[in-house]
T-cell receptor
Framework: DAKTTQPNSMESNEEEPVHLPCNHS???????IHWYRQLPSQGPEYVIH???SNVNNRMASLAIAEDRKSSTLILHRATLRDAAVYYC??????????FGQGTELSVKP | GAVVSQHPSRVICKSGTSVKIECRSL??????MFWYRQFPKQSLMLMAT?????????EQGVEKDKFLINHASLTLSTLTVTSAHPEDSSFYIC????????????FGPGTRLTVL
Protein backbone atom coordinates (compact mmCIF):
# COMPACT_ATOMS: atom_id res chain seq x y z
CA ASP A 1 0.00 0.00 0.00
CA ALA A 2 1.24 3.48 -0.85
CA LYS A 3 2.42 5.58 2.05
CA THR A 4 1.30 9.05 3.13
CA THR A 5 3.22 11.74 5.00
CA GLN A 6 1.53 14.26 7.25
CA PRO A 7 2.80 16.84 9.77
CA ASN A 8 2.61 15.53 13.33
CA SER A 9 0.66 18.51 14.60
CA MET A 10 -0.94 21.78 13.56
CA GLU A 11 -2.60 24.64 15.37
CA SER A 12 -5.51 26.74 14.28
CA ASN A 13 -7.61 29.55 15.64
CA GLU A 14 -11.33 29.11 16.04
CA GLU A 15 -13.44 30.24 13.07
CA GLU A 16 -10.43 30.40 10.78
CA PRO A 17 -9.81 28.06 7.83
CA VAL A 18 -7.44 25.14 8.28
CA HIS A 19 -5.43 23.47 5.55
CA LEU A 20 -4.14 20.01 6.46
CA PRO A 21 -1.54 18.74 3.97
CA CYS A 22 -0.80 15.18 2.95
CA ASN A 23 1.97 13.94 0.68
CA HIS A 24 1.57 10.68 -1.21
CA SER A 25 4.23 10.68 -3.91
CA UNK A 26 3.93 6.93 -4.60
CA UNK A 27 0.18 6.99 -5.19
CA UNK A 28 -1.02 4.70 -7.95
CA UNK A 29 -3.67 5.48 -10.54
CA UNK A 30 -6.30 3.42 -8.77
CA UNK A 31 -5.70 4.72 -5.25
CA UNK A 32 -8.40 6.77 -3.59
CA ILE A 33 -7.45 9.45 -1.07
CA HIS A 34 -9.40 9.14 2.16
CA TRP A 35 -9.53 11.37 5.22
CA TYR A 36 -10.76 10.20 8.59
CA ARG A 37 -10.55 11.96 11.92
CA GLN A 38 -10.51 10.68 15.45
CA LEU A 39 -11.68 12.68 18.42
CA PRO A 40 -10.22 11.76 21.81
CA SER A 41 -11.41 8.38 23.13
CA GLN A 42 -13.66 7.79 20.14
CA GLY A 43 -13.57 5.68 17.00
CA PRO A 44 -12.51 7.37 13.75
CA GLU A 45 -15.05 9.27 11.70
CA TYR A 46 -15.17 9.44 7.90
CA VAL A 47 -14.52 12.96 6.61
CA ILE A 48 -14.14 12.85 2.84
CA HIS A 49 -12.56 10.95 -0.02
CA UNK A 50 -11.62 11.61 -3.64
CA UNK A 51 -9.82 10.21 -6.65
CA UNK A 52 -8.78 12.99 -9.02
CA SER A 53 -11.17 15.91 -8.76
CA ASN A 54 -11.61 18.24 -5.82
CA VAL A 55 -14.47 17.22 -3.54
CA ASN A 56 -16.74 19.12 -1.18
CA ASN A 57 -19.12 17.92 1.48
CA ARG A 58 -20.74 19.40 4.55
CA MET A 59 -17.70 18.69 6.70
CA ALA A 60 -14.78 19.71 4.52
CA SER A 61 -13.22 20.13 1.10
CA LEU A 62 -10.53 17.99 -0.45
CA ALA A 63 -8.12 19.61 -2.86
CA ILE A 64 -6.08 17.14 -4.92
CA ALA A 65 -2.95 18.21 -6.77
CA GLU A 66 -2.97 17.75 -10.52
CA ASP A 67 -0.25 15.08 -10.32
CA ARG A 68 -2.10 13.50 -7.34
CA LYS A 69 1.11 13.35 -5.32
CA SER A 70 -0.35 15.52 -2.61
CA SER A 71 -3.69 16.63 -1.28
CA THR A 72 -5.07 19.10 1.24
CA LEU A 73 -8.01 18.75 3.56
CA ILE A 74 -9.68 22.11 4.09
CA LEU A 75 -11.85 22.90 7.08
CA HIS A 76 -13.48 26.18 6.15
CA ARG A 77 -14.14 27.45 9.67
CA ALA A 78 -12.51 25.53 12.46
CA THR A 79 -14.47 25.03 15.65
CA LEU A 80 -13.32 23.66 18.97
CA ARG A 81 -15.07 20.40 18.09
CA ASP A 82 -12.74 19.98 15.11
CA ALA A 83 -9.79 19.33 17.43
CA ALA A 84 -8.83 15.76 16.54
CA VAL A 85 -6.24 13.58 14.85
CA TYR A 86 -6.72 13.69 11.09
CA TYR A 87 -5.62 10.71 9.04
CA CYS A 88 -4.89 10.76 5.31
CA UNK A 89 -5.08 7.21 3.91
CA UNK A 90 -4.78 5.72 0.45
CA UNK A 91 -6.87 2.72 -0.54
CA UNK A 92 -7.83 0.94 -3.71
CA UNK A 93 -10.65 -1.44 -4.48
CA UNK A 94 -10.38 -4.30 -2.04
CA UNK A 95 -7.74 -2.49 -0.03
CA UNK A 96 -7.67 -2.04 3.71
CA UNK A 97 -7.38 1.17 5.71
CA UNK A 98 -3.85 1.36 7.07
CA PHE A 99 -3.57 4.25 9.52
CA GLY A 100 -0.39 6.29 9.82
CA GLN A 101 0.33 8.69 12.66
CA GLY A 102 -1.91 11.44 11.34
CA THR A 103 -1.92 15.15 12.17
CA GLU A 104 -3.07 16.26 15.59
CA LEU A 105 -5.05 19.45 15.10
CA SER A 106 -5.54 21.76 18.05
CA VAL A 107 -7.97 24.67 17.82
CA LYS A 108 -7.52 27.73 19.99
CA PRO A 109 -10.49 29.83 21.04
CA GLY B 1 -24.19 8.36 8.07
CA ALA B 2 -24.41 4.70 8.98
CA VAL B 3 -24.18 3.71 12.63
CA VAL B 4 -21.95 1.07 14.16
CA SER B 5 -22.21 0.22 17.83
CA GLN B 6 -19.87 -1.64 20.16
CA HIS B 7 -20.59 -3.35 23.42
CA PRO B 8 -19.35 -3.02 26.05
CA SER B 9 -17.83 0.44 25.90
CA ARG B 10 -15.54 -0.36 28.80
CA VAL B 11 -14.54 -3.59 30.48
CA ILE B 12 -12.20 -4.48 33.33
CA CYS B 13 -11.27 -8.10 33.83
CA LYS B 14 -8.81 -10.26 35.72
CA SER B 15 -5.79 -11.77 34.05
CA GLY B 16 -6.57 -15.16 32.51
CA THR B 17 -10.21 -14.53 31.76
CA SER B 18 -11.77 -14.17 28.31
CA VAL B 19 -13.60 -11.08 27.13
CA LYS B 20 -16.07 -10.80 24.26
CA ILE B 21 -16.63 -7.53 22.41
CA GLU B 22 -19.58 -7.10 20.06
CA CYS B 23 -19.71 -4.91 16.98
CA ARG B 24 -23.06 -4.25 15.32
CA SER B 25 -24.07 -2.36 12.20
CA LEU B 26 -27.41 -0.82 13.11
CA UNK B 27 -28.83 0.38 9.82
CA UNK B 28 -26.99 -1.41 7.05
CA UNK B 29 -25.70 -4.84 6.15
CA UNK B 30 -22.01 -5.11 6.79
CA UNK B 31 -20.46 -7.62 4.44
CA UNK B 32 -17.02 -6.82 5.79
CA MET B 33 -15.94 -5.81 9.27
CA PHE B 34 -12.53 -4.89 10.59
CA TRP B 35 -11.01 -4.99 14.04
CA TYR B 36 -8.34 -2.55 15.19
CA ARG B 37 -6.50 -1.96 18.42
CA GLN B 38 -5.01 1.28 19.60
CA PHE B 39 -2.53 1.82 22.41
CA PRO B 40 -2.32 5.22 24.14
CA LYS B 41 -0.82 7.96 21.98
CA GLN B 42 -0.50 5.57 19.04
CA SER B 43 -2.34 5.10 15.79
CA LEU B 44 -4.84 2.37 15.00
CA MET B 45 -3.40 -0.99 14.11
CA LEU B 46 -5.46 -3.30 11.93
CA MET B 47 -5.81 -6.72 13.56
CA ALA B 48 -8.09 -8.64 11.22
CA THR B 49 -10.67 -8.53 8.47
CA UNK B 50 -13.84 -10.56 8.74
CA UNK B 51 -16.36 -11.38 6.06
CA UNK B 52 -19.80 -12.66 6.92
CA UNK B 53 -19.90 -16.43 6.95
CA UNK B 54 -16.19 -17.02 6.46
CA UNK B 55 -13.06 -17.17 8.54
CA UNK B 56 -11.33 -13.96 9.48
CA UNK B 57 -8.08 -12.92 7.87
CA UNK B 58 -5.51 -11.85 10.44
CA GLU B 59 -2.71 -9.35 9.96
CA GLN B 60 0.83 -10.50 10.40
CA GLY B 61 1.78 -10.83 14.04
CA VAL B 62 -1.77 -11.11 15.36
CA GLU B 63 -2.44 -14.42 17.10
CA LYS B 64 -5.65 -15.87 15.73
CA ASP B 65 -6.03 -18.27 18.66
CA LYS B 66 -5.86 -15.41 21.10
CA PHE B 67 -8.15 -13.02 19.25
CA LEU B 68 -11.13 -15.05 18.07
CA ILE B 69 -13.34 -13.33 15.54
CA ASN B 70 -16.79 -14.45 14.52
CA HIS B 71 -18.90 -12.75 11.85
CA ALA B 72 -22.01 -14.86 11.94
CA SER B 73 -24.44 -12.37 10.46
CA LEU B 74 -24.46 -9.29 8.27
CA THR B 75 -24.95 -7.09 11.31
CA LEU B 76 -22.79 -8.65 14.00
CA SER B 77 -19.14 -9.46 14.48
CA THR B 78 -17.55 -10.44 17.77
CA LEU B 79 -13.98 -10.31 19.00
CA THR B 80 -13.06 -12.55 21.91
CA VAL B 81 -9.80 -11.90 23.70
CA THR B 82 -8.95 -15.28 25.22
CA SER B 83 -6.90 -15.63 28.39
CA ALA B 84 -6.37 -11.90 28.56
CA HIS B 85 -3.22 -10.49 30.11
CA PRO B 86 -2.30 -6.93 31.12
CA GLU B 87 -0.47 -6.39 27.83
CA ASP B 88 -3.80 -6.92 26.02
CA SER B 89 -5.15 -3.79 27.70
CA SER B 90 -5.99 -1.47 24.84
CA PHE B 91 -8.71 0.39 22.96
CA TYR B 92 -10.41 -2.00 20.54
CA ILE B 93 -12.29 -0.50 17.62
CA CYS B 94 -14.36 -2.15 14.93
CA UNK B 95 -15.41 -0.80 11.59
CA UNK B 96 -17.92 -2.00 9.06
CA UNK B 97 -18.70 -1.48 5.44
CA UNK B 98 -21.19 -2.65 2.87
CA UNK B 99 -20.28 -3.95 -0.57
CA UNK B 100 -18.29 -0.76 -1.17
CA UNK B 101 -16.45 -1.07 2.13
CA UNK B 102 -13.18 0.02 0.60
CA UNK B 103 -14.74 3.41 -0.20
CA UNK B 104 -16.22 4.25 3.18
CA UNK B 105 -15.96 2.48 6.50
CA UNK B 106 -18.04 3.29 9.54
CA PHE B 107 -16.35 2.97 12.87
CA GLY B 108 -17.72 1.95 16.23
CA PRO B 109 -17.09 4.06 19.34
CA GLY B 110 -14.48 1.64 20.66
CA THR B 111 -14.15 -0.61 23.70
CA ARG B 112 -11.63 0.15 26.43
CA LEU B 113 -10.25 -3.10 27.82
CA THR B 114 -8.28 -3.09 31.05
CA VAL B 115 -6.79 -6.37 32.24
CA LEU B 116 -5.69 -6.40 35.88
Amino acid sequence: DAKTTQPNSMESNEEEPVHLPCNHSTISGTDYIHWYRQLPSQGPEYVIHGLTSNVNNRMASLAIAEDRKSSTLILHRATLRDAAVYYCILTHQGGKLIFGQGTELSVKP
Amino acid sequence: GAVVSQHPSRVICKSGTSVKIECRSLDFQATTMFWYRQFPKQSLMLMATSNEGSKATYEQGVEKDKFLINHASLTLSTLTVTSAHPEDSSFYICSAGDSSWWVTQYFGPGTRLTVL
